[in-house]
């Protein structure tokens, strides 16, 4: 069974300020995906990174960072500098390698960025 | 129109009524997918379609009836639903159900009175 919890239900931060959302997996698949979206106000799910569990590289893009851990099974994700334009719900989500076509999502974190 | 895209952005209905959701994406996808995003909880798959085969239907409730015409084309048929089927349907579209990232619409918002 697949699992990803996002503990943080909601964040408010301060415009300019670093923030960084949890995301903590569970799978007893060997190779596997993971993956952000932002969900804005406007509803539609925005693709931000996907990465295959054997590559354990951080990803930087733009003020966008992302940290792999496989030892600690986390994929968290860090926006430096925040922007109003960043308020949004983000959610976390895995997927098997093979196989199960199933996406699991996260319950998301609502973040808001203050003026 | 690029991406994927969902009409209507939003539905009220009745108990009794009978609607459809219509999804299409312009991105040269094989797969498509409906799931439910109700408040609070996590987005729930509802339907995979590969190759206009249906390939996945995660306990759907009957109410809920898919149709995939073409692989640009999916529609969510709905008939005397409860209101708590409110919620987000959103549709996504990948190259392929087992490799690549989903794609997403902005979703319908549906409220069952």
């Known amino acids: 069974a697949q699992k990803v919890t996002q503990a943080q239900t909601e964040i408010s931060v301060v415009e300019k300020e670093d923030v960084t959302l949890d995301c903590v997996y569970e799978t007893r698949d060997t190779t596997y995906y993971l993956f952000w979206y932002k969900q804005p106000p406007s509803g539609e799910l925005v693709f931000l990174i996907r990465r295959n569990s054997f590559d354990e590289q951080n990803e930087i893009s733009g003020r966008y960072s992302w940290n792999f851990q496989k030892s600690t099974s986390s994929f968290n994700f860090t926006i430096t500098a925040s922007q109003v334009v960043d308020s949004a719900v983000y959610f976390c989500?895995?997927?098997?390698?093979?196989?199960?076509?199933?996406?699991?999502f996260g319950t998301g974190t609502r973040l808001t960025i203050i003026p | 129109e690029t991406g994927v895209t969902q009409t209507p952005r939003h539905l009220v209905m009745g108990m009794t009524n009978k609607k459809s959701l219509k999804c299409e994406q312009h991105?040269?996808?094989?797969?498509m997918y409906w799931y439910k995003q109700s408040a609070k909880k996590p987005l729930e798959l509802m339907f995979v379609?590969?190759?206009?085969?249906?390939?996945e239907n995660n306990s759907v409730p009957s109410r809920f009836s898919p149709e995939c015409p073409n692989s640009s084309h999916l529609f969510l048929h709905l008939h005397t639903l409860q209101p708590e089927d409110s919620a987000l349907y959103l549709c996504?579209?990948?190259?392929?159900?087992?490799?690549?990232?989903?794609?997403f619409g902005p979703g319908t918002r549906l409220l069952v009175l």
């Open positions: 996504a579209s990948s190259q392929d159900p087992r490799k690549e990232t989903q794609y």
């Open positions: 989500a895995l997927r098997a390698n093979f196989g199960n076509e199933k996406l699991t």
């Open positions: 379609y590969n190759f206009k085969e249906q390939t």
């Open positions: 991105l040269g996808h094989n797969a």
